[in-house]
């Protein structure tokens, strides 16, 4: 069963950084895609950013492009999601997931596992 455990949440003010992090484990795949989502209480889940297994294809959401930077270091089974110029609206539940495809993917079905999220606030 692959795992995925994210960290590096917290509280920051806004226009402060935060860097998270997400383990892998157990993957069944040796080339596969990564993604950021977030979801905020009475939402849904929407996308974050996404990264091939090359990394040489990324994606964002409109709100995060330019702010956000994901990456990835295969050696370690690691996706980061460096988050700059943070505001109040990035507030939510941050969800790394893992997909057996090719290309960066910005669909929530693409996926088949999903961490346990990491809490991130931007206080204003």
């Known amino acids: 069963q692959v795992q995925l455990v994210e960290s590096g949440g917290g509280l920051v003010q806004t226009g402060g950084s935060l860097r998270l992090s997400c383990a892998a484990s157990?993957?069944?795949?040796?080339?596969?895609?990564m993604g950021w989502f977030r979801q905020t209480p009475g939402k849904e889940r929407e996308f974050v950013a996404a990264?091939?297994?090359?990394?040489?294809?990324?994606k964002y959401a409109d709100s995060v492009k330019g702010r956000f930077t994901i990456s990835r270091n295969n050696a370690k089974d690691t996706v980061y999601l460096q988050m700059n110029s943070l505001r109040p609206e990035d507030t939510a539940v941050y969800y790394c997931?893992?997909?057996?495809?090719?290309?960066?993917?910005?669909?929530?079905?693409?996926?088949?596992?999903w961490g346990r999220g990491t809490q991130v606030t931007v206080s204003s």
């Open positions: 997931a893992e997909g057996d495809v090719l290309y960066s993917s910005s669909i929530d079905r693409d996926y088949d596992y």
């Open positions: 157990n993957l069944s795949s040796s080339r596969y895609a």
């Open positions: 990264i091939s297994w090359s990394a040489l294809d990324t």
